[in-house]
T-cell receptor, first 112, second 116 residues
Framework: RKEVEQDPGPFNVPEGATVAFNCTYS??????FFWYRQDCRKEPKLLMSVYSSGNEDGRFTAQLNRASQYISLLIRDSKLSDSATYLC?????????????FGQGTILTVHP | GAVVSQHPSRVICKSGTSVKIECRSL??????MFWYRQFPKQSLMLMATSNEGSKATYEQGVEKDKFLINHASLTLSTLTVTSAHPEDSSFYICSARWVAGDTEQFFGPGTRLTVL
């Protein structure tokens, strides 16, 4: 099993749609998780951190299922500006903010 | 706050030359900086962990003699790609972590290297 695995997509959704991405991780000792977004030819930027069962920030909700070792990201009321690649990130070795392992990313395109 | 810069943002060089990329934390001190590489349509892969005042720790498969890392101060780490070849063409991104304990990593804007 890969350390971090994501559905690469692409996901093509209309504006206003709700879309969800899943990510699985292999290290059961991992305590914290992150979702980053990366625009084309740019650096990744932190979108959300997840430490317990989940986190919510406006239209974005991240949920963690430790038993099944997956994290999900839900985007409600999609905007054109949400078009990007979403990276699931897990600290290597389960420690916080040390070495990060990136998933391959899920491409989202929101169209009018 | 927490701004990380990289220089240059883009470089094109001939095969066989060496290229130096700088990573600076502009408004905070970073004891640890990380260097990543991202090939087209792939995710970021950690190349090495750079600690101020000590040798870098390289990930498996990354040649330390080819990718020289120097972290001489708390605000600057450099990555030198020696004798670059076309297969080294990639997007190189650094990130920096604050001095005080475990904190979020802040990413630089990346350097796009093209080796002809």
């Amino acid at each position: 099993r890969k350390e971090v695995e994501q559905d690469p997509g692409p996901f093509n959704v209309p504006e206003g749609a709700t879309v969800a991405f899943n990510c699985t991780y292999s290290n059961s000792a991992s305590q914290s998780f992150f979702w980053y977004r990366q625009d084309c030819r740019k650096e990744p930027k932190l979108l959300m951190s997840v430490y317990s069962s989940g986190n919510e920030d406006g239209r974005f909700t991240a949920q963690l299922n430790r038993a099944s070792q997956y994290i999900s990201l839900l985007i409600r009321d999609s905007k054109l500006s949400d078009s990007a690649t979403y990276l699931c990130v897990v600290p290597a070795g389960g420690t916080s903010y040390g070495k990060l392992t990136f998933g391959q990313g899920t491409i989202l395109t929101v169209h009018p | 706050g927490a701004v990380v810069s990289q220089h240059p943002s883009r470089v094109i060089c001939k095969s066989g030359t060496s290229v130096k990329i700088e990573c600076r934390s502009l408004d905070f001190q970073a004891t640890t900086m990380f260097w990543y590489r991202q090939f087209p349509k792939q995710s970021l892969m950690l190349m090495a962990t750079s600690n101020e005042g000590s040798k870098a720790t390289y990930e498996q498969g990354v040649e330390k003699d080819k990718f020289l890392i120097n972290h001489a101060s708390l605000t600057l780490s450099t990555l030198t790609v020696t004798s670059a070849h076309p297969e080294d063409s990639s997007f190189y991104i650094c990130s920096a972590r604050w001095v005080a304990g475990d904190t979020e990593q802040f990413f630089g804007p990346g350097t796009r290297l093209t080796v002809l």
